[in-house]
């Protein structure tokens, strides 16, 4: 089943702007983490943020996590042609044996 | 390139057949997952590995699916008699235990199956 969900199902913007994708999730996790999906292609992992952190960095990503609401945000800065992609937020559950539960993913499209 | 890797990549069979896929994880990484995913949805957890070990099996991996992992290094996905059902992208993954959650979880390119 799937733990996160991801909002919105599907973001179009132009290059040079921001981009904010939202995940929320039903249980205590350890962490969160973000990947990224071509079309047709594997998962590449962006960053991971665990439980007790709030924040994190890393190039052009943002990453936020609000455990009191199970949210978590990525934010994608100064947006380019070569970020469109599907984007995942994934968490390990306090109660899982180190897999990752995936949601249904946000499907970004800048156009240049 | 010393990612994991996944063979074949694509694979086109007849319902009812048998199908094995393969996945060599990153090198030294001592956990090994499989995932399915269909178009349009996030991956699906299947199964996974410590070492040899087949520690945790979901509930979508019926008896026609069976994975192994001997000697810790390598695993392979077996499906016998295919469905149409079946037809979606396999994705193995792996990542290294260091004794805390928390670990990078890294993904192979897939296995695509189509079943006619």
């Known amino acids: 089943s799937q733990q996160g969900e991801e909002d919105p199902q599907a973001l179009s913007i132009q290059e040079g702007e921001n981009a904010t994708m939202n995940c929320s999730y039903k249980t205590s996790i350890n962490n969160l983490q973000w990947y990224r999906q071509n079309s047709g292609r594997g998962l590449v992992h962006l960053i991971l943020?665990?439980?007790?952190?709030r924040e994190k960095h890393s190039g052009r990503l943002r990453v936020t996590l609000d455990t009191s609401k199970k949210s978590s945000s990525l934010l994608i800065t100064a947006s380019r042609a070569a970020d469109t992609a599907s984007y995942f937020c994934a968490t390990e559950r306090m109660d899982s044996s180190y897999k990752l539960i995936f949601g249904s993913g946000t499907r970004l499209l800048v156009r240049p | 390139d010393t990612g994991v890797s996944q063979n074949p990549r694509h694979k086109i069979t007849k319902r009812g057949q048998n199908v094995t896929f393969r996945c060599d994880p990153i090198?030294?990484?001592?956990?090994l997952y499989w995932y399915r995913q269909t178009l349009g949805q996030g991956p699906e957890f299947l199964t996974y590995f410590q070492n040899e070990a087949q520690l945790e099996k979901s509930r979508l991996l019926s008896d026609r699916f069976s994975a192994e992992r001997p000697k810790g290094s390598f695993s392979t996905l077996e499906i016998q008699r295919t469905e149409q059902g079946d037809s979606a992208m396999y994705l193995c993954?792996?990542?290294?235990?260091?004794?805390?959650?928390?670990?990078?979880?890294?993904f192979g390119e897939g296995s695509w199956l189509t079943v006619v």
């Open positions: 943020i665990r439980s007790n952190e």
């Open positions: 993954a792996s990542s290294i235990a260091l004794g805390f959650s928390g670990n990078t979880i890294y």
């Open positions: 090198s030294e990484h001592n956990r």
